[in-house]
Nanobody
Framework: QVQLAESGGGLVQPGGSLKLSCRVS????????MGWYRQVPGPPRELVAA???????YYADSVKGRFTISGDKAKNILYLQMNSLKPEDTAVYYC???????????WGQGTQVTVSP
């Protein structure tokens, strides 16, 4: 069973940066087909960035040029570097398999990102 543990969130001022980490453990996962999602109260989870099956990388329009997804396969960690943060980036951030994957893992606890003056 795959387990996901997100960390690195916090309170940051607009324009600031954070780097999120997702530690993946278990069997059968592939960092190269995983991504980051975020959720605010009400709407469904939104895909923010992902490594897609087939090798391409996806970024939501709202984060293009500001967020970068990366992975360390040796350490089984997925990262999300977030720069030029905006108040609308405030959300709980989660990692999981990319949405077009044939698998979906149990969701972790997520990590809260709050962007506020």
């Amino acid at each position: 069973q795959v387990q996901l543990a997100e960390s690195g969130g916090g309170l940051v001022q607009p324009g600031g940066s954070l780097k999120l980490s997702c530690r993946v453990s278990g069997n059968g996962f592939d960092i190269d087909t995983m991504g980051w999602y975020r959720q605010v109260p009400g709407p469904p989870r939104e895909l923010v960035a992902a490594f897609l099956t087939g090798g391409s990388t996806y970024y939501a329009d709202s984060v293009k040029g500001r967020f970068t997804i990366s992975g360390d396969k040796a350490k089984n960690i997925l990262y999300l570097q977030m720069n030029s943060l905006k108040p609308e980036d405030t959300a709980v951030y989660y990692c999981n398999a990319e949405p077009w994957s044939t698998v979906q893992y149990s969701w972790g606890q997520g990590t809260q990102v709050t962007v506020s003056p």
